[in-house]
């Protein structure tokens, strides 16, 4: 496709559930993204790939949340055990290069019942 | 860690009026984007400065980098309803103790009233 696409574009779920969330990123693009973002609120960033190199996990808020980008393509965001403050958009972007501009996906929209 | 901060974090004006948000970062930055997240979807990219001190224009909007590095502002001519959304600024830090990724801004909300 043209663009950074992500599935689903709304779930929802019960609180204690486990989710996977899916994000293919545009081709060639080796650097991807995973943000939160709450309603109203700012970008808060979880984690970043870049290429072959490990994954900056920084900003990933409990160990209930993993991420993995298989073949510097696709990547799967996963959070374990739901709670209701997990209840936000959930963007992927990525870009050619880390400096680059970023191409953002249209969101998945998480709630956690 | 790198911190981006922007203020205001929120700006209501009447159509017609101009619109100033301010972008400051903990460290000096590589380049300065600019993206715009109307109500309702995702930030999209609006341009990137790289030389210090650097004027850009888009139309009505006028963007600058600092001369240091460390911050950039994004102004808005006679603004119109089309710019209603949420204006982010980020940057990739010089130094790569500080980091090697891109880290944006806290975002300021814009809401433009006839």
């Known amino acids: 496709g043209a663009g950074v696409s992500q599935s689903p574009s709304n779930k929802v779920t019960e609180k204690g559930k486990d989710v996977e969330l899916r994000c293919d990123p545009i081709?060639?693009?080796?650097?991807l993204y995973w943000y939160r973002q709450s309603l109203g609120q700012g970008l808060e960033f979880l984690i970043y790939f870049q290429g072959n190199s490990a994954p900056d996990k920084s900003g990933l808020p409990s160990d209930r949340f993993s991420a993995e980008r298989t073949g510097g393509s696709v990547s799967t965001l996963t959070i374990q055990r739901t709670q209701q403050e997990d209840s936000a958009v959930y963007l992927c972007?990525?870009?050619?290069?880390?400096?680059?501009?970023?191409?953002f996906g249209p969101g998945t929209r998480l709630t956690v019942l | 860690g790198q911190q981006v901060m922007q203020i205001p974090q929120y700006q209501h004006v009447q159509e017609g009026e101009d619109f100033t948000t301010y972008c400051n970062s903990s460290?000096?930055?590589?380049?300065i984007q600019w993206y715009k997240q109307r109500p309702g979807g995702h930030p999209v990219f609006l341009i990137q400065?790289?030389?210090?001190?650097e004027v850009k224009k888009q139309k009505r909007l006028t963007f600058q980098f600092g001369e240091a590095k460390k911050n950039s502002s994004l102004h808005i001519t006679a603004t119109q309803t089309t710019d209603v959304g949420t204006y982010f600024c980020a940057g990739p830090p010089t130094l790569t103790g500080g980091g090697n990724k891109l880290t944006f801004g806290t975002g300021t909300q814009l809401k433009v009233e006839l």
């Open positions: 460290t000096t930055l590589s380049n």
């Open positions: 972007a990525s870009s050619l290069l880390t400096y680059s501009e970023q191409f």
């Open positions: 081709s060639g693009h080796t650097a």
């Open positions: 400065l790289v030389k210090s001190g």
